[in-house]
């Protein structure tokens, strides 16, 4: 019987897919639960896994040479992560990805994926666009530390992420961010001032 959870969560995972087109992939897919600080993937792992978060937050984050660690991004409901470094390079991974939530995700290997698209040349945009998901992602983060003050980034992130906000803690946002936990909070109250300001 085919599970309608695991259509919805490969729809996500690129544009046009129909629904004979997902049932060679529904088949290898795998539900799996987390616990809170429980790691998906670690570094140095050379897992080729694509996740889908159908409930919880993850936590990626790699440490530093002081032994810090250091939030690089957060992730929530409906969306994809997966080691770009694998994928797209055969690199050991460089990130650890951590559920801070009690999440539940449905895994797609990249090579069974590669295999069924051999097959089916009509999959081949859709893993053209994962992998495009994948690196504008990251030329996005690049262009917002050159582009943006961290006033700005910071609003940019909240408008684009409304539902993370209110889920984890301030240092992890402020990592997020390339900033202090004490910055963060400087830059709330003025957007409060500002906000207060404009009202009266």
Not at 166 to 184: D, E, F
Request: charged fraction near 30%; hydrophobic fraction near 35%; charge should be positive.
């Amino acid at each position: 019987m085919i599970d309608f959870e695991k259509i919805k969560a490969i729809y996500k995972l690129g544009r046009d897919i129909d629904l004979k087109d997902t049932q060679e992939l529904i088949r290898t897919s795998r539900k799996r639960t987390y616990q809170p600080l429980e790691y998906i993937i670690q570094e140095g792992s050379l897992t080729k896994d694509i996740f889908y978060i159908q409930k919880g937050l993850v936590r990626i984050f790699m440490i530093n040479n002081k032994g810090e660690e250091i939030t690089t991004n957060l992730r929530c409901e409906h969306e994809i992560i997966a080691s770009p470094y694998v994928i797209l390079f055969d690199e050991p991974c460089r990130f650890y990805f951590q559920a801070i939530e009690p999440t539940t995700l449905f895994s797609l290997n990249y090579g069974l994926i590669q295999e069924i698209i051999e097959k089916n040349p009509v999959l081949e945009k859709n893993r053209k666009f994962f992998l495009h998901k994948l690196l504008k992602q990251s030329m996005q983060r690049v262009e917002s530390f050159v582009l943006l003050t961290p006033e700005k980034r910071y609003i940019k992130y909240v408008e684009e992420n409304p539902e993370i906000i209110n889920r984890v803690p301030n240092k992890y946002i402020a990592n997020v961010l390339g900033i202090t936990p004490v910055s963060l909070s400087r830059i709330r109250k003025r957007i409060v001032e500002k906000n207060r300001n404009q009202k009266s």
